[in-house]
T-cell receptor
Framework: AQSVTQLDSQVPVFEEAPVELRCNYS??????LFWYVQYPNQGLQLLLK??????LVESINGFEAEFNKSQTSFHLRKPSVHISDTAEYFC??????????FGTGTRLQVFP | DTGVSQNPRHKITKRGQNVTFRCDPI?????LYWYRQTLGQGPEFLTYFQNEAQLEKSRLLSDRFSAERPKGSFSTLEIQRTEQGDSAMYLC????????????????FGPGTRLTVL
């Protein structure tokens, strides 16, 4: 069985500060890993994904995540956040079947 | 390409009533997924279709829930005899056929249908 743990339910941070949202997963098989973002009153959007290859993956808006197999982690980082990054972030895992297993989410609140 | 659409966006019903939600996937996406998201939780997988075939159902999908995709295009999710515990956001996602064996294709999510059972 697969599972995802997001250790922080809320992360408050000031604008332009760095941020890390933590994600750990459990799986007995090879996995694909994802970060989805949900802005207020909007649907889930894929932020970035790890399928294979380079363990460091980047999004177009400055977020990055690193797949660490030994620590079974896929933490999301951004060196300098903006007010517009305020949203709910979900880590997810997918294995041989395509269904996504989500974590409980981390609410990122960016303050001016 | 207008994205995945879901109707209605909001539904309020009384306990014991039946409700039906509709999902229209992105055209030519042969896979369609249903998830449920309750407050403070991440989305939970309910079921998925490849074309018109329902290939997997979660244990969360009790016998009061039924999903169909009759022509391999839009899908409906029906909940019979609704209970207050059914109150949630119901999300639909679709993905195109994989380019090859072992390849993964991104799931595109709709805006969801928020169900409130009074």
């Amino acid at each position: 069985a697969q599972s995802v743990t997001q250790l922080d339910s809320q992360v408050p941070v000031f604008e332009e500060a760095p941020v890390e949202l933590r994600c750990n997963y459990s799986s007995s098989v090879s996995v694909y890993l994802f970060w989805y973002v949900q802005y207020p009153n909007q649907g889930l959007q894929l932020l970035l994904k790890y399928l294979s290859g380079s363990t460091l993956v980047e999004s177009i808006n400055g977020f990055e995540a690193e797949f660490n197999k030994s620590q079974t982690s896929f933490h999301l980082r951004k060196p300098s956040v903006h007010i517009s990054d305020t949203a709910e972030y979900f880590c997810a895992v997918s294995g041989y079947t395509d269904k996504l297993i989500f974590g409980t989410g981390t609410r990122l609140q960016v303050f001016p | 390409d207008t994205g995945v659409s879901q109707n209605p966006r909001h539904k309020i019903t009384k306990r014991g009533q039946n409700v039906t939600f509709r999902c229209d996937p992105i055209s030519e996406h042969n896979r369609l997924y249903w998830y449920r998201q309750t407050l403070g939780q991440g989305p939970e997988f309910l079921t998925y279709f490849q074309n018109e075939a329902q290939l997997e159902k979660s244990r969360l999908l009790s016998d009061r829930f039924s999903a169909e995709r009759p022509k391999g295009s839009f899908s409906t999710l029906e909940i019979q005899r609704t209970e207050q515990g059914d109150s949630a956001m119901y999300l639909c996602a679709s993905s195109p056929p994989p380019a090859g064996q072992g390849n993964y294709n991104e799931q595109f999510f709709g805006p969801g249908t928020r169900l409130t059972v009074l």
